[in-house]
């Protein structure tokens, strides 16, 4: 694989960040490219395109990080970043390590989306239109969406580090609006991939139908309850609650700044024995995997729980150091603009031995939320709350009623050591993950999974 | 002319070369740069620059958009070249045509000489004050995960094969902190923040000392009762409901029947208490600015007034479908975004009440101070939301124990007729858009806690 930039260029701009001192120095060049269209009242629309390239280069002097970037790859330009960052800087020149160029597979990828037509893309939408509204005239509106992202990188820093990778994402979406006289309800799904067109081969169509379904479904809906109750959360995007729940309280930054409720928990018995998590930048074509981080290193596999023990934090490079340990490769940035930070990259909470069936059947009156629309959490205090997309009452062991307008609330470690059951049912879900103003792409996963007792915020009088 | 204007001539010149009927380019300069502090030191300086065009090229009635940030001739010929391929790819919409142009009213005020006099080390600096200011508050505030300084100079140009000309040059500089007090076994955040057009016009011991009362008066908070109660939202909660409603009043998503305002044009659709408008021009506004995304001049805009939805947010497209005006609604987000409809400057009304007497009119509540999860938790088509919640307990009219990990829900609809009452004093709050809001009252909402 050819770098975007020279190992000459590279190592004169490491040099020139490093003329003023600093103890570390970094060259982070990109060249995006992406199309996007979507399909609105049957009718194709927004269609675009884009192209950015550019550089960012950062110095890192005991506690104090420069950053500088700049748009474009010219020589000059990335030099005139690397003085840049320097510029704030008194102290003595240091010599960067001569880089030694590090071979990287990327992640392959069959079928470049960029060499796919835009009719054929725009055709896959009319499709998915057309399946979403044969689901019946309830079916008031649908909008579906198409975007194909490529991102090349190439890192080099003063530690002699020169790597690259060449990432590919394809992803669709599809919003369906049913409505019933005056009711009216939405659903949606998506699927994506770090993968090429060859994602959307095997019957994209599926997820147009699937969105309308949870909306016909919901037209029957019932005021979501409140209170304290059971909670069995459905398998894929059902992990995001695991991402919320731990994943953020476990990345390095917040730990150090003592802003997590898992600060000084290393070690401990954090939940039931039967839970296993991991956070894996390798799993093969997933939406959250790369094989660097966006400071070269290699992803990997980190068991962060193991059998209800904390085992692991995650960690970028400056994070890393402070700790005197080594990366977990979950320096990640949104693109050249931004400083790494330690990121999830594909969270889950790997499959369990009870059965969907199973665990409901257990459950008296509880709330089954079989999706999320997102959630959120403070990492610091532990509260988390998720906007549930998909939910319904649980009663006599039984799924009953679906439910509207549901929201789960809790703290991240009750809520931990509350779950109870992990289903054998795993699979894993796309979602963009929005941390410091950075939104990078994650995945999550898990089968699934039953909480104790959790708050469920309804709109039921 | 500005070489921002010469890059936005050549790529509608580019575009209309390369078969398009009609073009449109916005080009944007932004410099800015960022101090974070963390204990006492600089965590992160960051000195930026970005530029960028995008280009909107019609093919008769369809229409196709591409970016990049390569200006050079080559490169703004290759962006052109791709909406205008883009352009074919789209179906056919009768309504989609560009702007007429319009006399565009200069806007002064957008810009702040401190943002370039105050050097990194005096930017800096003021972040500093601000996490001092909250670590030297209380011994019960044990630390500051964040505070950052933060501000940028945009210039934006745009052009138009229609005959659409303008630019304009505007900053804006922020500061916050997320503080982090301890005490009951527990941790607690506060956020504080400031907004202006420059440094001087930041407080940064208002900032830090906002952040470190918001986090210590959490501390020893538990679950409120579940019940239907009085509920006062502070601004920044008052911001965030705003910007939902905002979004709805988009004519995109009333005419696409996406948006619980649907239809609703004159009718009752809140108390009146609430009033709403929209102005691109207020000087205070963040996002104020003499012309819109797609160059049609900014304006003030009556939303909600006297209890009655009196108009919906246009952008040309929108407009175009009801043979109406545009608002000058239409925004971006800067060159890689079409244009697409969204307030500007949110500005609910202040009415006559200190927040001492709102609250003593809750008599028996709860107070707001901050919401989570509204992104996931409101269905923006039907406007539902349940979304979780933190502050304090109102008791007796007056403000006692802190109170967390509940959620209020209900209906946007029905909330906004359950306004009993504003306050006096509105802020602006960088949440839900740009928004100017007092604290609100509302009669009566659903809290599910305990």
């Known amino acids: ?461 | 002319m500005s070489d921002l204007s010469t890059v936005a001539r050549r790529a509608v010149e580019a575009a209309t070369g390369a078969g398009a009927s009609d073009a449109e380019a916005y080009v944007s300069r932004e410099s800015g740069r960022e101090v974070r502090v963390h204990g006492g030191e600089v965590e992160s300086l960051t000195a930026a620059t970005q530029s960028g065009v995008g280009v909107r090229a019609w093919a008769g009635h369809r229409v196709g958009y591409a970016y990049g940030t390569d200006l050079s001739d080559a490169g703004v010929a290759t962006i052109a070249a791709q909406a205008a391929e883009a352009a074919a790819v789209a179906d056919e919409d009768e309504f989609a045509a560009p702007p007429a142009p319009a006399e565009i009213e200069a806007l002064p005020g957008l810009g702040d000489p401190s943002t370039a006099e105050w050097d990194t080390g005096r930017v800096a600096e003021l972040a500093l004050s601000v996490e001092r200011t909250a670590l030297e508050s209380d011994p019960r505030l044990v630390g500051v995960e964040a505070a950052v300084y933060a501000d940028a100079d945009e210039q934006v140009a745009i052009a138009s094969s229609a005959g659409v000309a303008g630019e304009y040059e505007s900053s804006t500089c922020y500061a916050y902190l997320q503080a982090l007090a301890e005490g009951d076994g527990a941790r607690e955040t506060g956020l504080g923040f400031g907004l202006a057009r420059g440094p001087r016009g930041l407080d940064p011991e208002a900032i830090g000392a906002e952040g470190a009362q918001r986090a210590l008066a959490m501390i020893g908070a538990g679950k409120p009762a579940s019940r239907s109660c009085p509920v006062v939202l502070d601004e920044t909660v008052a911001a965030s409901f705003a910007g939902l409603i905002g979004g709805g009043l988009s004519a995109k998503a009333v005419q696409r029947g996406r948006s619980p305002f649907a239809g609703r044009l004159g009718e009752e659709v809140a108390s009146a208490a609430f009033a709403l408008h929209d102005d691109g021009r207020d000087p205070e506004g963040p996002a104020s600015a003499p012309f819109d995304g797609e160059g049609v001049p900014r304006r003030r805009t009556a939303l909600i007034e006297g209890g009655r939805l009196r108009s919906y947010l246009y952008d040309t497209y929108t407009a175009n479908r009801e043979g109406g005006a545009s608002t000058g609604s239409a925004a971006r987000q800067g060159y890689r975004s079409l244009p697409s409809v969204s307030a500007s400057n949110l500005m609910v009304a202040p009415g006559e009440h200190s927040l001492e007497q709102l609250l003593a009119q809750a008599g028996d509540g709860i107070y707001v101070t901050d919401v989570a999860g509204l992104h996931s938790g409101v269905n923006p088509v039907t406007g539902v939301f349940s979304v979780g919640a933190s502050g304090r307990a109102i008791r007796d009219g007056q403000l006692a124990e802190p109170v967390r990990e509940f959620t209020i829900a209900g209906e946007l609809g029905a909330m906004l007729g359950a306004v009993s009452a504003a306050g006096a004093v509105p802020r602006w709050v960088p949440f839900g858009g740009s928004v100017s809001t007092p604290p609100l009252l509302v009669a009566e909402m659903a809290i599910s806690g305990s």
């Open chain 1, 1 to 461: 694989m050819s770098e975007l930039i020279d190992q000459a260029v590279a190592e004169r701009a490491l040099a020139r960040a490093l003329a003023n001192g600093g103890h570390f120095a970094e060259v982070f060049a990109e060249r995006r490219r992406g199309q996007t269209l979507a399909i609105d009242e049957s009718r194709i629309e927004s269609v675009q395109s884009g192209a950015e390239e550019g550089a960012g280069v950062r110095v890192v002097d005991g506690n104090t990080t420069y950053f500088a970037h700049v748009d474009g790859l010219e020589p000059a330009e990335i030099e005139r970043a690397a003085d840049e960052a320097a510029a704030a800087l008194r102290a003595e020149r240091r010599e960067p390590r001569p880089l030694q160029a590090r071979e990287v597979t990327p992640l392959p990828i069959e079928h470049r989306p960029e060499d796919v037509p835009a009719q054929r893309k725009a055709e896959m939408l009319r499709e998915l239109d057309e399946r979403a509204r044969a689901k019946g005239p309830e079916i008031a509106q649908f909008t579906a969406s198409y975007a194909e992202a490529r991102r090349q990188v190439t890192v080099a820093n003063s530690d002699g580090l020169f790597s690259g990778d060449d990432r590919t994402r394809t992803r669709i979406g599809a919003q369906a609006v049913a409505r019933r006289d005056a009711t009216v309800e939405t659903g949606a799904e998506t699927l994506g991939a770090h993968r090429g067109f060859e994602l959307l081969e095997d019957d994209p169509g599926q997820i147009a139908e699937q969105a309308a379904a949870k909306a016909l479904t919901l037209l029957d809906a019932v005021p979501a309850p409140s209170g304290s109750m059971p909670v069995v959360v459905g398998g894929g995007f059902g992990g995001v609650l695991f991402h919320e729940m731990t994943g953020h309280g476990l990345e390095a930054d917040h730990i150090q700044k003592g802003a997590s409720v898992y600060v000084g928990k290393l070690g401990e018995q954090v939940a039931e024995p039967l839970l296993n998590a991991y956070d894996d930048g390798r799993l093969p074509g997933e939406w959250g995997s790369d094989a660097i981080d966006d400071e070269g290193r290699p992803t990997q596999m980190t068991q962060v729980i193991e059998d209800g023990r904390l085992t692991s934090y995650l960690y970028d490079h400056l994070t890393a150091e402070r700790d005197g340990v080594a990366s977990t490769g979950n320096g990640r940035r949104e693109s050249f603009r931004h400083l790494p930070i330690p990121r999830m990259t594909n969270t889950y909470i790997a499959p369990g031995e009870a059965t969907p069936e199973g665990m409901i059947a257990e459950v008296e009156r509880g709330f089954y939320a079989v999706s999320f629309g997102g959630g959120q959490v403070d990492p610091a205090t532990g509260d988390f709350v998720f906007g549930v997309s998909e939910g319904y009452l649980i009663e006599g062991g039984k799924v009953t009623s679906p439910c509207r307008g549901a929201t789960l609330i809790g703290n991240c470690l009750e809520a931990l050591a509350a779950i109870d059951a992990v289903g054998d049912d795993f699979f894993m879900k796309t979602g963009i993950c929005g941390k410091g103003g950075q939104k990078v792409p994650v995945g999550t996963g898990q089968g699934h999974v039953r909480v104790r007792a959790m708050t469920v915020g309804g709109t039921e009088r």
